[in-house]
Each structure stands twice: as C-alpha cells, then as structure tokens.
C-alpha cells in the first residue's frame, strides 16, 4: 500500500477551507480522512474514524481545547468539516477516572460538550480518540490487518510483524471500557506508533496528519507483506454441475425464498433487493469444499454486522438441468436460516430486546458468485461490498493460517447495540421500498413521469424502451438502469427482462407503457397497418406481460402488472380503429390475468387514459384529431367535463394508486377529466 498524500493537494484544502474560516488543523484532517476512506482496503461505507485535537470558539467567544472527531451519519471518504463535531477536552478527559460508563451516559456526556448542539453524534469511539494523547488518531478497518487479528495466535503474528511500535488491545466492546484499555496499553509503551485491536481494527496516530496517516499505511502495508509470505494453497474445490444456470435465472428464486409477508398488511410482502458480484476471487472462495466452516463463523470485524448479519445464506449450485430442485433447496435453505436467527435470538437477548429482520443479507452460491441484498440497490450494494471485503479477509487469512471470528455472544451484542443501529437511522420507509418496477416505453412522457414516481415512491426503476440512449439518461438520473428494447421483438424483450432480473434481483411491478398510434377508416385500412398496430399495441402488451409473470412466479410473492389501454378502448374516435381495436383487446387482456393468476396473488390493472400530450399524442396529432373533431387545439386538450387538460402525470399518479391497491385487480381507473362516453359501467 502507498501513501497518497501530496503536499500541494493538502495545501490547496487548507487554503480552500481557510475562506471559510476552517482552521489548517481541521482542513488537514478532513484531508487524510478522506484519503484513508477512499480506499476500500481501509474503509468501507460509514466505517472508521479520525480525530485530530486543536481548539476553537465556542457560543461564548471563549477558545477551548476540543476534539473533532468523526461524527454519526459521515462516511471518510467524502467528509467535510461539518463532519468532524468539536467535542471540549477537559470533560471528556475527567471520565478516564470512571469505574464504568453506561453507553447511554456515554452518549449524554459527548452530546452536552458538544461546541455546536446541533452537531451530528459524535462517533462511539470518541473517547478512545479523547484518551489517546496524540494530536491526531486515525481508525480503520483494514482487510490485511484484520486477516491477522483475527487469527487463533494474533498476538504472536503481531509481535513477528511489528516488535514493540504497535500495541494489542484484547477485544473489547467499542465504548467506555474498550477507550480506558487501549489508553491503558498505550501508557504502558507511549513509544508505540498505533494499536492493533485484536478481531476489530487498527489505530495509528501521530503529532501531525500526515505522520498519523503514514504510519496507517506503513503497518497495513506491513501486514500485506506477511501475508505474501508462506501462503498456502486455499478452498478445496466441491465438485459443480455440468452445467449452471444463470445469474438471471436464480436470482427471482433467491429474492423469493428471502422475502417474508408482512404480519401487518395482507397481501403485502418484505423483499430485499439483489446485487450480484464475481471474480476469480470470489468463485475460489464460494466454491471451495469447507464453505461451511470458514464462511459461516462469523464477520470479519464487529462493525459490518448491522449490514450483513453475522453469517451468510450458502445455497447449493445451480443446476441448469434441475430449476425444480433448486427453487427447493433455496427456500429450505432460507428457512433453516431464519429459524436458525431465531434460535440465535433466543439464545442471547434479554426481554427488553425486539427482534430485527431476521432475513439474510449475503447469499453465498457455489459456481456464481455472491449476492448482497437490503431495502434499496444502495443497502444491496453496501452489503455486497462488505461480502468482497470478508472474501479477501478470509482468503488471506486462511492462506497463512487460519480464520477465527469473535464468539456468538459478542457478536449478538454488536448486533444488537443501540449505538450501533443507530448508524443505520431511523427514516421512515416510502411505500415501495423493496419493489422493482419496470416500464416500458419508458421514455416517451407518460413512461418518464411514471418512472420518476415510482422511484420518489421508493421503488428501483428499469427504464426499456426502444431509444436505449435516452432511456439509460433517464434511468441514470433516477439510480435505475435503463435498457433498449423492441416490444415487438420477443428476444428483445426476454433479454431486457433478465437484465433487470440480473441486476435487481426479480421484479414485482410491470408498467407495460410502451404504443403508437395508427389511424384511418376501418373499412379502407390497409390490413398491414392493422396487424402493424395489434403488434405493438396488443401482442407487444402479452410479450411483456408474459415475461414479467414468468419472474413473479419464480419469486413467488406475488406482483402487480400495469397496462397503459387508453380511451379508445371503450369509446371508439372517427378514423382511429387501427388504434382502438387493439387497445380493446389489451384491456381485456388485463382481466384475463386478473383472472388466471390472481390466486398467485399477481394483480392486473389498467388505466384508461385520454389527451395526453406525449410522443404519441404530438403536435401534428393533435392537430390531426382535433379537426376529426371539429373542435380548436385548446378545446380538443381540455374537452373533459371538468375543462383541465390532463397531463403525463396525471397518468404515472393513476399508475401507482393502482400499484399500491393491495386489494385492487381487474380494475380500469380512467384518467381522462371526465367523458361520459368513455365511463365504463
């Protein structure tokens, strides 16, 4: 590992910072905290922390001796100094004396000290920085440093490694008694330039930011060049199927088996969403022979716990030849998982403690990879990088010897810590949280609006459509993906279909949008535009809808298919019958899946739309149909019975009332304004 720091990069913070008032202490510190968060060898989202001791002004005016540290809700790698709280010394000193600390005191101490109460909590490692008499102290959760202490004979591969410049620290639960330790083993040796916290992490500190931050590179690097020493070869291969599915195949299966009904709302269900990952490194490891023993001990550092649980979910390999059998050893799989948390519940908590989610987070699968999963693709991916780093920590720590993790208790109580979950905050869920949408025509208007909504609702969001260009630049603004796709062409559409299965994981809403229309007198239309139409604006509508059914069965929790039919459905418009024959026969196409998959709990609805100004409904159209109407453009928009035009919006807000209508199939909501002649019985 080498050192980032350049002096003329550290220099320009500092001046930058200074026109705000920042003083150099801090602006260093906001430096090489970032440098050490950018790189995930060091630090993986929200973990580590960095302190540096200097004074500032309080409310008073006063100039006090303070510590920014890392506060609550900040991750490294981007961090400003708003996210470094100044906490006054003196007191937080005072509390060395202390016997014990409660967490909660803990926590009330920090808080009242705090120069700014506005300020976010300061890191529960505060004291640990406080008691260390260093100007600036830096925290990471290095992979190679942890592929040491968390072996049996840790405190001898240290010793080998480092002689007396680091201190070991036993483990400790972070808090009160973990910072009056590591203070106790520093004033035992003040010449040791860090602390090496047995099955936890590392500290370095030092008088300057840079001597903190160099000497975190140095012992890390140190523990890379062990073990590059007397590897030995690791993770036996088990024997593989012939012949594996794939990534697309098995993901709705996995999504299934770990996705729960929710106990308050019928018909509802809790589903976490997928975030697939593999290399050589990861295959080595999910398919090596021991998997049972080195995968499932536990995380590597206490930390990672509150966003992967303790151990993962390992399935067997994905037999291309048997499908049946998988889906049935996974949801076995899955449910010796949740009952084995439950045991593990029972067996460690207290009356005052609720249960969380009892749901796994990193699913294991020999011949593939590795899945992470949670309430949103970012939770997936945090935990998918998490799931990386404990590959490369118990790859490496086994190459040299072997991975042991904390016992059960500790790690339960890691788990369970109130100052721990509280990293993970407290907003309120959106109502789609854990769903995956996916919209076709999805950039025209009425597929943008409603991909837009649906995200806002908490859903992740596939944009398809034609145009794939325009659809990715819509889907990258709202944290989708966006795919090009020819309804019309069934390859098309069933590769579109496994991408979004691949990169979410499933799909539980299908928003089929995508149409054109045709015109002409019924009579006189050329049979080849009419078949034209009935493609796109019927059998395109069943391609869809057949391969959107096909993932929700596998998952097996139901879902929910939306079809765009429009007014000509039931109220025919002069020379528009190529256009409303086939938007005829999509809505009741939405009923015949109401009707054939409502017992899979799969709901089919439409909506009934009219006037939308949109890539189908353009300028010259609308030129075109006001005419047929003998009407002016204006009044043609808004001929309703409440005289408002009605917009793409309006639309995508019909769509996800629909979505979120636990009880509601076989439904058409019209969303034209009012039109008497378009009102179905």
């Not at 000497?215 to 030995?232: F, H, P, Q, W």
């Not at 989708?480 to 499933?506: K, M, P, R």
Request: aromatic share 6%.
């Amino acid at each position: 590992m080498k050192s980032n720091w350049r002096d003329e990069d550290a220099e320009a913070m500092v001046t930058r910072y200074a026109q705000q008032g920042i003083g150099r202490d801090l602006a260093l510190r906001v430096y090489t905290s970032r440098l050490l968060g950018l790189d995930p060898l060091l630090v993986l989202h929200g973990g580590g922390n960095t302190s540096v001791k200097t004074t500032a002004t309080d409310l008073s005016g006063d100039e006090v001796e303070v510590l920014c540290v890392k506060g609550s809700g900040w991750d490294m790698g981007d961090i400003e100094p708003a996210g470094l709280p100044a906490v006054r010394m003196k007191p937080l000193l005072k509390l060395r004396a202390r016997e014990a600390l409660s967490d909660e005191d803990m926590v009330r101490q920090q808080r009242a000290n705090l120069l700014d109460p506005g300020a976010p909590n300061p890191s529960v490692e505060t004291l640990l920085h406080a008691f260390l008499p260093l100007k600036f102290v830096d925290h990471t959760h290095s992979t190679a440093v942890l592929s040491i202490a968390n072996q049996p004979d840790a405190t001898a591969i240290c010793a080998e490694i480092y002689g007396k410049r680091m201190g070991l620290v036993p483990y400790i639960m972070p808090g009160f008694a973990l910072a009056k330790k590591a203070a106790e083993v520093y004033d035992a040796d003040p010449s040791v330039e860090g602390l090496i916290l047995v099955k936890h992490g590392i500290f370095t500190f030092g008088a300057t930011a840079r001597e903190a931050y160099e000497r975190m590179i140095d012992m890390v690097t140190r523990a890379e060049d062990r073990l590059a020493r007397d590897r030995k070869k690791i993770f036996t291969p088990a024997a593989l199927p012939a012949r594996l599915a794939t990534v697309a195949d098995i993901a709705p299966v996995l999504r299934g088996a770990c996705s729960a009904p929710d106990a308050k709302t019928e018909g509802a269900w809790r589903r976490l969403i997928l975030d697939f990952r593999s290399d050589a490194r990861i295959l080595n490891y999910v398919n090596g022979a021991e998997i049972a023993r080195y995968a499932q001990q536990g995380v590597v550092t206490p930390d990672h716990t509150i966003r992967t649980k303790n151990i993962p979910l390992v399935v067997p390999a994905p037999d291309a030849a048997d499908p049946a059998g998988f889906r049935a050893n996974v949801r076995a799989a899955a449910e010796k998982f949740v009952a084995a948390y439950h045991d593990y519940f029972k067996r460690n908590a207290d009356k005052a403690k609720r249960e969380l989610d009892p749901l796994p987070r990193v699913i294991l699968v020999p011949g593939l990879g590795l899945f992470g999963m949670g309430r949103s693709k970012k939770d997936a991916r945090i935990a998918a990088d998490i799931a990386e780093n404990t590959v490369l920590t118990i790859g490496d720590a086994e190459a040299i010897g072997r991975f042991e993790a904390l016992p059960e208790r500790d790690l339960f109580d890691m788990e369970y810590w109130s100052l721990e979950q509280a990293k993970l905050g407290t907003v309120a869920e959106k109502p789609l949280a854990g769903q995956i949408v996916a919209i076709t025509g999805g950039a025209g208007a009425i597929g943008a609006a409603t991909a837009k909504l649906f995200k806002d609702n908490g859903a992740e969001v596939a944009v398809l459509d034609l145009d794939g260009a325009v659809a990715q630049g819509i889907a990258k603004k709202l944290g989708g993906i966006g795919l090009a796709c020819d309804v019309t062409n069934a390859q098309s559409v069933h590769d579109a279909f496994a991408a979004v299965a691949a990169e979410f994981g499933g799909l539980d809403i299908v928003v089929s949008n995508a149409g054109a229309a045709w015109q002409g007198r019924i009579g006189e239309v050329d049979e080849a535009v009419l078949r034209k139409s009935f493609e796109l604006n019927f059998f395109a509508h069943q391609r869809v809808a057949q391969a959107a059914v096909k993932i929700m069965l596998a998952q097996g929790t139901g879902g929910c298919l939306l079809f765009n039919v429009s007014k000509q459905a039931v109220n025919p418009g002069a020379d528009f019958g190529p256009y409303g024959l086939p938007k005829a026969a999509t809505l009741f196409l939405s009923r015949q899946y109401a009707l054939d998959y409502g017992k899979d709990g799969i709901r089919a609805n439409a909506v009934n739309a009219d006037r939308i100004r949109s890539g189908l409904l353009d300028s010259a159209m609308i030129a075109t149909r006001s005419k047929a109407r003998g009407l002016s453009e204006h009044d043609y928009m808004a001929g309703n019975l409440l005289g408002r035009e009605v917009t793409a919006e309006d639309v995508a807000q019909a769509f996800l009332n629909q979505a979120l209508a636990l009880k509601t199939t076989a439904d058409v909501t019209t969303v034209d304004g009012g039109n008497i002649a378009a009102a179905l019985r």
